[in-house]
């Protein structure tokens, strides 16, 4: 369920209800249901919606309606308000924002109660929208998992108690045709940005190996990758199972499975290095903070910035790439099994990214999102969750130039595509007599060097060494007096940017050819006769040697 939904005074507009409420009530999926509930509830305790959400949000981490006395965060819950229509008659669901205070909590809560469409997330928030900006605290990770029946349900534990390669989950929540399973952290993280990132990729990690072959009738090319920010159907509140008069009677129930989890548990269940996250930090500090700098500290640091982006509210500098790197992007979706249902909204959302990074007219990638809305459609296996002209309009909004900073890593991340780049491949030297990569050591490495560059000198005559060492401040006098027959000394050391001490030493004493080691260069030649007999010749006989050329001293 996307968590991206614009908030207005009163209500907010999101998709098309036919993506988010049922039409008819499926009864196979509802036996289904009934009998993962029957199992969870064999095994588990039930907990109630004030219990499970007490829990995540504790009432000390929230802020009382009011108080400024502190800085707090709070749980922000969007229900359904009302269903109506649209411009082009098309059923729209309208949500409201209802912000959970501590003394307030129950109440709020309250009108989520078997409600069609009540969404949360695990971040609290410190303003009145839920976007990123405002995200404080991070609570916990919460895994879509989809296509979960009893036999699935019974492997995940499987693979919990058993094979001990999934994290025991805190709870999980019977969403319907899945489940939603909750992990808990011991305490909240403080989301900055350099965390964020560290949460992100663990979460993508986490996702691997809880959604699998196993644990779900989907395929894992179907696999889900959700933010930290992504919004889920709050327990109370109705499933996606009953229509119409069973609109209110399946609603999500919730089981306590486990405990509190910390990042270094659920660090132990991801394999893949560049998922986890950083060992050895306190990720619940405000610490992280020390990093940043205040407003006033970047007017002092960076005044010239500072005028422009704040004082004046200029737009940020961007890079303009290649119109070729949306074009291959657009390619990239276009190809078998890159979009798929589950990641065609992100697969869209990137497109007009790339856009903006190239500067391309947004009409440009209207005409070409809705040339993907059909082909796209096709790749629907839900037949409630169509692929729709809604879906384009809703990732539209990520042409803006705040997205444009979006990184391959962040890219693929979202759409669940792999993106590798053109790399040099690394020449590794291998040991003759073991096979085995070969490591040396400083030494030996400078000694190797040395000895491909003795055989390039055998070879073709190329010395790389420098034998005459650093250039003398003699030749720089005397190559500037030579193309400059009048000029002065003060100009000497203007251009040369020599000191007058130094000028003054070289200033009437001529180049010794004679004992310069080196030959002279094409150049110095032609100004030396230059200087002896006015015009160079055309080109200096091969078998005159430079330092038997007699000169006047100049």
């Not at 929230?62 to 922000?76: L, Q, V």
């Not at 971040?123 to 296509?147: E, M, P, Q």
């Amino acid at each position: 369920m996307s968590d991206e939904l614009k908030t207005g005074k009163k209500a907010r507009k999101a998709k098309k209800s036919k993506n988010l409420l049922p039409v008819a009530t499926d009864l196979a999926a509802v036996e289904v249901f009934e009998k993962k509930n029957e199992l969870l509830s064999a095994h588990y305790p039930e907990v109630s919606a004030l219990d499970f959400y007490r829990f995540i949000f504790s009432p000390e981490e929230i802020e009382r309606k009011g108080d400024t006395s502190y800085r707090a965060s709070n749980p922000i819950f969007a229900y359904c308000l009302r269903i109506g229509k649209d411009k082009d008659g098309n059923s729209k669901v309208f949500f409201r924002n209802e912000i959970a205070f501590q003394d307030t909590f129950e109440q709020s809560l309250a009108l989520t109660a078997a409600n069609p469409l009540s969404l949360c997330s695990m971040v609290s928030y410190s303003g009145r929208n839920k976007t990123a900006k405002n995200a404080y605290r991070c609570h916990g990770f919460a895994i879509d998992l989809d296509g979960v029946g009893v036999n699935q349900l019974n492997s995940f534990w499987y693979y919990v108690d058993h094979v001990g390669v999934i994290p025991e989950p805190t709870f999980i929540v019977n969403s319907g045709h899945g489940l939603h399973i909750y992990y808990v952290f011991e305490h909240p993280v403080p989301l900055y940005p350099n965390v964020v990132e560290h949460l992100q990729n663990l979460k993508r990690g986490l996702t691997e190996w809880v959604w699998n072959r196993e644990t779900s009738s989907y395929p894992v090319k179907e696999r889900q990758y959700q933010g930290i920010y992504q919004c889920f159907r709050m327990v109370g509140s109705c499933t996606k199972l009953g229509a119409g008069a069973d609109m209110g009677k399946y609603l999500l129930r919730a089981w306590e499975t486990g405990k509190r989890v910390t990042i270094s548990y659920l660090n132990n269940f991801v394999l893949d290095e560049k998922y986890k996250c950083p060992e050895g930090l306190d990720y619940s500090s405000w610490k992280w903070a020390s990093a940043h700098h205040t407003l006033s500290e970047c007017q002092r640091l960076w005044p010239n910035w500072y005028q422009r982006r704040i004082v004046e509210k200029q737009p940020a500098g961007q890079w303009k790439c290649s119109p070729k790197l949306y074009e291959w992007w657009l390619r990239k979706i276009r190809e078998p099994g890159n979009a798929r249902d589950g990641n065609r909204y992100h697969c869209i959302s990137m497109l007009y990214v790339y856009a903006q990074k190239c500067c391309i007219d947004k009409a440009v990638v209207d005409a070409d999102a809705e040339e993907l809305l059909g082909p796209f459609n096709l790749l629907t296996i839900n037949s409630d969750n169509a692929f729709t002209a809604a879906d384009i309009k809703a990732a539209s909004k990520f042409y803006d130039p705040k997205f444009v900073k979006f990184t391959r890593k962040e890219i693929s991340r979202r759409t669940g595509i792999e993106i590798t780049t053109r790399r040099k491949p690394k020449t590794i030297k291998l040991d003759p007599k073991t096979g085995k990569e070969l490591k040396l050591t400083k030494a030996q490495q400078l000694e190797f060097q040395r000895k491909v560059q003795d055989m390039k000198l055998r070879d073709y005559g190329i010395d790389w060494r420098n034998k005459d060492g650093a250039p003398k401040k003699q030749n720089v006098v005397w190559k500037w007096r030579a193309a400059h027959p009048d000029g002065r000394k003060i100009d000497c050391e203007k251009e040369t940017r020599l000191s007058r001490h130094t000028v003054l030493k070289w200033w009437d004493k001529p180049l010794d050819i004679r004992q310069t080691r080196r030959p002279l260069t094409k150049k110095e030649k032609e100004l030396l006769m230059e200087q002896l007999f006015g015009d160079p010749p055309a080109e200096t006989p091969a078998a005159v040697d430079a330092s038997e050329l007699e000169h006047e001293p100049l």
